[in-house]
């Protein structure tokens, strides 16, 4: 999927002996998209055979929890008190052989944090941190999925440490769901008294970007067509995003609020799912149900859903029609 990883760099700089590296402390990025399209990254460093701890917002441990043998620390974004979290780790946790860091963000303060806790560091050489960098690295000159940029730098700071990872990412993303979330998705669905599965759809988005609205303007008139040929069109927006939610698809069934894991486990039992190029279609690409994936303010080069599953309309500065998207929900859901 996607264009190949470019080769690794061949510079002259001192491999540093690594024969006693025994932990490597991996900042996650701060995004639930982005933490979904780093898991390539950690699942090939966990076969390293290394002690792998991931840190990052306390929530992302749910996207990591049932990958075998990796530690979680949750950091709070703040420099200071990040910092202190890692020294009581590495306090709380001792080992015989090094520790070191490697940063998928490319923030100063992830830098800093760890720097200061007394690790070495791998991570790009952005936002002016490269003096507090051991090992930094110039983004690679051609256009990179985020999937592949994070992978290219875990496997290029592997590499410095005298560790060969696999060439390639996976070609798709995975998270099985536990009985505990599959249990209250299928609740969720109870209370409110649906039977087959629904179509669910995402009519809100986190932020802006470049400052544009995210969200697809046209949720509304797209489930009121979609209700009268007779689907079901659920939502599940997170606690502080349900106003937007109705004000944006007032007709849609609104169920309850859903934790990471629950809410993965929802999307699994959807027949589709209908979503900005934002949160919601990375988490849809960590299971097996078709997605519609529409675009208009993103460019899909770099953070499509990475999944075979997923079909996009509309391109980097045009949305797509109603008429288009109920085209293409229909030819969907008749090649289920």
Not at 15 to 44: F, H, Q, T
Not at 162 to 167: D, E, F, K, Y
Not at 267 to 277: F, K
Request: net charge positive.
């Amino acid at each position: 999927m996607g264009r190949s990883l470019p080769r690794q760099h061949q510079n002259h700089a001192k491999i540093l002996s690594m024969k006693n590296l025994e932990r490597v402390y991996i900042r996650l990025p701060n995004w639930i998209g982005d933490v979904c399209m780093s898991r390539p990254a950690i699942e090939a460093a966990l076969a390293s055979g290394l002690t792998i701890v991931a840190c990052g917002k306390p929530w992302a441990q749910a996207l990591m929890a049932e990958l075998p043998g990796l530690q979680f620390l949750a950091l709070s974004g703040q420099w200071r008190e990040d910092r202190q979290r890692i020294q009581a780790h590495r306090r709380a946790h001792p080992c015989s052989g090094r520790s070191v860091g490697l940063l998928l963000p490319d923030s100063l303060t992830s830098a800093l944090a760890f720097r200061l806790a007394g690790l070495p560091c791998a991570g790009y050489r952005d936002d002016g941190r490269s003096l507090l960098l051991k090992w930094g690295f110039t983004k690679p000159s051609q256009t990179l999925h985020a999937v592949q940029s994070w992978y290219w730098l875990t496997r290029e700071a592997f590499a410095r440490w005298g560790v060969t990872l696999p060439v390639e990412p996976a070609d798709s993303l995975s998270l099985p769901s536990g009985a505990d979330a599959i249990a209250a998705a299928q609740a969720a669905l109870l209370a409110a008294d649906i039977k087959h599965a629904p179509i669910l759809i995402a009519p809100t988005a986190t932020g802006e970007h470049k400052g544009k609205n995210k969200v697809w303007p046209h949720f509304n008139d797209l489930t009121r067509q979609l209700q009268a040929q007779g689907y079901t069109v659920v939502m599940s927006p997170p606690p502080n995003e349900v106003a937007q939610a109705q004000t944006n698809a007032p007709t849609a069934t609104l169920l309850a609020a859903l934790d990471l894991a629950a809410f993965v486990a929802l999307l699994r039992q959807c027949s589709l799912v209908i979503c900005n190029d934002s949160g919601v279609a990375h988490l849809a690409a960590l299971t097996e149900t078709p997605q519609l994936t529409l675009i208009g303010v993103t460019n899909p080069t770099r953070t499509r859903p990475w999944t075979p599953r997923a079909h996009l309309l509309g391109t980097y500065g045009q949305w797509p029609s109603v008429a288009d998207v109920l085209n293409t929900v229909n030819q969907l859901l008749r090649n289920e």
